[in-house]
């Protein structure tokens, strides 16, 4: 059975303003950055009606995941 992780990825980028930080980032090579991998226990803001990357379709939000805990 699959589980939620909640993934932190931190970086540093030098753009010229934040937008362009933003989009620096979504292009940005995940393996070059610090990633930290933890079981959710709670969700992130803003996620409770959002799916999670990697889901297979199940049509369960993030907010129902973490109620089945």
């Known amino acids: ?4 992780y909640k ?6 980028v030098l753009t010229e303003d ?3 930080a933003k989009y ?13 991998i933890e079981e959710a226990t709670e969700c992130l803001p803003g996620w409770e009606n959002a799916f999670p990357f990697g ?5 369960i939000t993030c907010g129902e995941l973490i109620k089945l805990l």
């Open 1 to 4: 059975m699959k589980k939620l």
């Open 55 to 59: 889901y297979d379709n199940d049509d």
């Open 18 to 20: 934040e937008t362009a």
């Open 24 to 36: 620096a980032a979504s292009a940005a090579d995940v393996d070059a950055c610090d990633v930290e």
């Open 7 to 12: 993934v932190t990825i931190e970086m540093m």
